[in-house]
């Protein structure tokens, strides 16, 4: 397996609408730690967000953490997806459908990647609030978004309509930071 030197923070996008999704999102957060060549380094408070998509659907979860990882982007994309699968994931359904689990890589250090199966930044990135506002939580105001711009900006351009904290941070093991606010 290909394996970074020195290792990249890669920045990962959670969320979950069915069956208990906090639940889902708290576990896959401790699950997300002991992801192969990987450090969980810090995560967001979790938010309670209004769907987007073509169907009704339950509120989501949502949450952003921060992951030192040695994996090349292809091995921590199938990690998270294999992840997505152990909680029970169907991809059967429409896409922006009701998911038990969803994990995207939104930033993987600087890189800019355009493959068939694997966008960096994520395409959606800059468009979605409940992306945007807890990767602020964690990452610095000024930091450059590829192709893009800076965070901030991103997030001064989002309205942040449908989205509110559920409640207080997610607590971490001692050995990771807590998150900083920007
Ligand atoms: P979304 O996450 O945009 O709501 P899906 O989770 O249904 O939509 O999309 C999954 C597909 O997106 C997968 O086939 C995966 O290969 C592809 N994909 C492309 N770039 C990324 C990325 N940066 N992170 C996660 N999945 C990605
Ligand atoms: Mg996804």
């Given amino acids: 397996m290909a394996v970074e030197d020195p290792p990249v923070l890669a920045y990962i996008g959670l969320g979950a609408n069915l069956a208990n999704p906090e639940e889902q999102v708290r576990r896959a957060i401790a699950e997300l730690d002991q992801v192969s060549a990987s450090q969980l380094r810090q995560v967001s408070p979790l938010y309670l967000t209004a ?3 073509p169907v009704a ?20 994309l199938a990690a998270l997806q294999a992840l997505e699968d152990r909680h029970g994931r169907d991809r059967t359904g429409v896409r922006w459908g009701p998911r038990t689990l969803d994990l995207d890589l939104l930033l993987y250090g600087q890189a800019v990647i355009a493959a068939p199966g694997l966008r960096v930044p994520h395409p959606e990135l800059a468009r979605r609030a409940f992306v945007l506002v807890p990767l602020a939580d964690l990452a610095p105001a000024d930091l450059a978004i590829p192709g893009l711009g800076r965070l901030s900006e991103l997030l001064a ?12 941070s997610v607590p971490l093991a001692a050995t990771v930071p807590a998150p900083v606010a920007c």
């Fill in 57 to 76: 659907q339950p509120d989501y979860i949502n949450a952003v953490a921060a992951l030192e990882t040695r994996l090349a982007p292809a091995a921590l």
């Fill in 157 to 168: 351009a989002c309205p942040r309509e449908g989205l509110r904290p559920l409640r207080a």
């Fill in 51 to 53: 769907p987007l998509g």
